[in-house]
C-alpha cells in the first residue's frame, strides 16, 4: 500500500499556475511558494518566480521601485509639493553627532563615499522615504546640473573624496547603492558582466577595494540614462563628464584595466545608441583592443607568447582571479566586448577589431558565457582549451558543455550577425562566385539554419521570465538579421534568395507581435538597427507587387511594414539612434 502511494504522481497544476522557470524547460511544477520544489532541488530559489496575477514579478517591482524614486525627485524639485510618504527631517534636530552619524561600515574618509549628510553644515538636509537617503548637496555640487533640487536650501560644498584617483565628492553609500539598483534592471541591455551583490557591497569598502570611479560613473551615467525623460535624467551629462574624465586616470593602474574594459563598453553602447557614431565607434574599438592585450581572450589558459624580444612590452597582464566569481566576470567581460564588436562593426561599416584568426594572439580559447548564478556555485564549463567561436562555425564540437546560456546564444547570434555581413560584402558581383566563396556561403547558411532552432520559440517567448525574453528577442533578430544579411545583395537576380530574405523578414514580424508596449525599455540597442534591415526588404518586395501586371493588393506588406514602423518608433524613444532610419523609412514610403 505504501509503495503505490509513493508512486501515485501529484496531483496536476491547474494551466497557467506553473513558475516561470517550469514552464520555459517544460517541466511539472508543484506550484509550492516562495518556491517550487523543482526549483529547490535545482538550488534556483530566486529564480522561480510567479506570474498568476496574485503577485508581481522581480521586474514589476523594479520598476515600481524606480518609480518611487523619479517621484522622491519630482518632490523635491517643487519646493511646494507636499506629500505624507517624504517627511524632511533636519539630521542635528536630536543632537546626533557627527562620530555617531557619519559611520555605517566606516567613516566616510575610509570608504570614499559619503554616509550621512551630518558631516555639512546644519543647513544640510536629509531626505528619508522607506529606508533611503539621498544626499541632497551631492546634487548642487558645482560640477552637477545648474539647477537646485531644493530652491531656496543652501547647498554647501560636500565633503572630497580624497584617493588615489581623483579629488571628487561621490555619492551617498544609499544612492550609490539605488543607482545600481536602477541600473540593474536594465543592465542585460549592455551585456555588463558584474556580480551586483558585491558591487552594491563594495560602496561601503576603503577606496582601494572599490571598483575605480570610471567604472561606477559610468554605471550611474546609464542609470541616468534609463530614466529617461525623469528627474534623473537632468544629472546624466554631470556622469556622462566624469566618466571621460577617468578614463586617463584609470588606465595608470593595472590593476584598473577590467573596469576601464568594461567602462568603454557601457560608453560605446551609450553613445551608439543615442546616434553619436564616432565616439561611440572609438570606445569600442578601444575596450577591444584592451581585452586583447589584457588576454581576456585566453582568460582559462593564461597564455604566454612563445617568442618575445627584449623590446616586447607586456604591461597588460592581469593578476590571477580571486575566486569562481572573478573569474566569471572576467569570462562575461569578454564576451561583452565581443558583441559590441561583431554586432556594432556591421552598423558603422568598420572592420572588426577582435580579429577572425584561429593561430596566437587572435584565437579565443574561452568557456562560453554562463548566467552569473553558475560562477556563484563555483561551476566553470570547458575548462579545456578549445577554439570556441572558431568550433561553432567549424562544427567540430558536437559535444561540449555549456554553450546554450541566454548569452551564449547572444553571442553565438552576434557572430553569425557578422559573419553574414562580411561574406556578402566580400562578393564582387561582375565576377563568377567562385567554389570557395559557394562554399564558404553554403556552410554559413547551414550554420544560421541549425542555429535557430536551438532558440527557445517565438510562441513561447511570453512563458520566459522577462529577463530571458528580451535577451531572446535580441538573439532571435540577430539570426534572422543574419539571414537577410547573407541573401539580401543575391535578391534582386536571385528569386530563391529573394524569397530566403523576405522569410527572414516577416520572421521579424512575427517576432514584434510578442513584445509588449512595457518591453520596449529593456531591449537591446542592436534590435533598431535589425529591423530596418527587414522594413528595407519589406519596402522591395512592396515596389515588385505594386509595379507588377496584373496588380495584387498590397496591403498584407504595408501592414508588415507598419507594425516595425510602431516597434521602431517606440524602440526610438529609448534610443534616439533609430529616429534617423525612422525617418528615412518614412520618406521612402511617402515616395510610392
Given amino acids: 500500500m505504501a509503495s503505490n502511494q509513493s508512486t501515485t504522481p501529484p496531483p496536476t497544476l491547474q494551466r497557467g499556475k506553473a513558475c516561470l522557470r517550469c514552464r520555459k524547460r517544460k517541466m511539472r511544477c508543484d506550484g509550492s511558494k516562495p518556491a517550487c520544489q523543482q526549483c529547490v532541488r535545482a538550488k534556483q530559489h530566486d529564480a522561480c518566480q510567479y506570474d498568476d496575477g496574485k503577485g508581481k514579478t522581480r521586474t514589476q517591482l523594479l520598476r515600481e521601485h524606480i518609480e518611487r524614486l523619479e517621484q522622491r525627485i519630482r518632490e523635491l524639485e517643487d519646493p511646494e509639493y507636499t506629500s505624507p510618504s517624504v517627511t524632511l527631517h533636519d539630521p542635528h534636530r536630536h543632537g546626533r553627532s557627527e562620530s555617531s552619524s557619519s559611520s555605517l561600515t566606516g567613516s566616510p574618509a575610509s570608504t570614499g563615499f559619503s554616509l550621512s549628510v551630518s558631516s555639512f553644515s546644519p543647513s544640510g538636509v536629509l531626505i528619508r522615504c522607506d529606508h533611503l537617503a539621498l544626499n541632497l548637496e551631492y546634487f548642487t555640487a558645482n560640477n552637477s546640473p ?93 556622469y ?164 546554450f546560456s541566454p548569452l551564449a546564444l547572444r553571442v553565438k547570434a552576434s557572430a553569425l550577425f557578422e559573419r553574414a555581413h562580411h561574406l556578402a560584402s566580400t562578393w564582387d558581383q561582375p565576377l563568377a562566385m567562385s567554389s570557395a566563396f559557394t562554399d564558404d556561403f553554403q556552410t554559413l547558411e547551414h550554420t544560421i539554419a541549425r542555429f535557430i532552432p536551438t532558440l527557445i520559440p517565438v510562441h513561447q517567448l511570453d512563458a520566459t521570465v522577462p529577463d530571458e525574453k528580451h535577451a531572446y528577442i535580441a538573439t532571435h533578430t540577430l539570426a534572422h538579421a543574419a539571414m537577410i544579411n547573407l541573401y539580401y545583395p543575391f535578391g534582386a537576380e536571385d528569386p530563391i534568395s529573394y524569397d530566403k530574405c523576405l522569410r527572414a523578414a516577416r520572421c521579424l514580424v512575427s517576432i514584434i507581435k510578442h513584445i509588449a508596449d512595457a518591453d520596449y525599455e529593456f531591449l537591446d540597442p542592436i534590435i533598431g538597427p535589425c529591423w530596418t534591415c527587414a522594413v528595407d526588404t519589406l519596402i522591395r518586395e512592396l515596389n515588385v507587387i505594386e509595379s507588377s501586371w496584373p496588380l495584387v493588393s498590397s496591403s498584407d506588406v504595408r501592414s508588415e511594414i507598419g507594425a516595425m514602423l510602431y516597434a521602431m518608433n517606440n524602440l526610438s524613444s529609448r534610443f534616439p539612434l533609430l529616429g534617423y532610419s525612422v525617418a528615412k523609412v518614412q520618406k521612402r514610403l511617402s515616395g510610392l
Avoid at 341 to 355: E, F
Wanted: glycine share 6%; net charge negative; with cysteine.
Fill in 240 to 403: 556622462l563628464s566624469r566618466t571621460l574624465d577617468s578614463v586617463s586616470d584609470a588606465l595608470q593602474y593595472q590593476s584598473r584595466l577590467l573596469d576601464v574594459i568594461q567602462a568603454s563598453c557601457l560608453l560605446s553602447l551609450y553613445f551608439l545608441s543615442n546616434g553619436r557614431a564616432l565616439e561611440g565607434s572609438y570606445h569600442a574599438n578601444a575596450a577591444a583592443s584592451l581585452a586583447i592585450q589584457c588576454g581576456l581572450h585566453g582568460a582559462i589558459i593564461n597564455r604566454s607568447s612563445s617568442f618575445e624580444t627584449t623590446a616586447s612590452i607586456s604591461p597588460f597582464k592581469l593578476d590571477p582571479p580571486k575566486d569562481a566569481i572573478e573569474q566569471g566576470e572576467r569570462i562575461l567581460t569578454f564576451w561583452q566586448v565581443f558583441v559590441l564588436d561583431r554586432c556594432w562593426s556591421v552598423i558603422l561599416h568598420k572592420p572588426v577589431t577582435i580579429p577572425h584568426g584561429s593561430d596566437g594572439y587572435a584565437s579565443i580559447i574561452l568557456p562560453w558565457p554562463q548566467d552569473m548564478e553558475e560562477y556563484v556555485a563555483g561551476q566553470i564549463d570547458d575548462l579545456h582549451s578549445f577554439h570556441t567561436v572558431r568550433s561553432f562555425f567549424d562544427h567540430q564540437v558536437t559535444n561540449v558543455r555549456g554553450g
Fill in 146 to 238: 545648474q539647477s537646485s533640487w531644493i530652491q531656496g536650501i543652501p547647498s554647501p560644498s560636500p565633503t572630497p573624496f580624497t584617493d588615489i584617483y581623483h579629488e571628487e565628492p561621490q555619492p551617498t553609500v544609499e544612492l550609490a547603492q539605488t543607482l545600481v539598483d536602477v541600473f540593474f534592471s536594465h543592465c542585460r541591455q549592455s551585456l555588463l558582466g558584474l556580480h551586483m551583490g558585491r558591487l552594491r557591497e563594495s560602496f561601503t569598502r576603503p577606496v582601494m577595494e572599490q571598483h575605480h570611479p570610471v567604472l561606477t560613473n559610468a554605471i550611474f551615467l546609464w542609470a541616468c540614462y534609463i530614466s529617461r525623460p525623469g528627474p534623473l535624467s537632468a544629472h546624466e551629462s554631470h
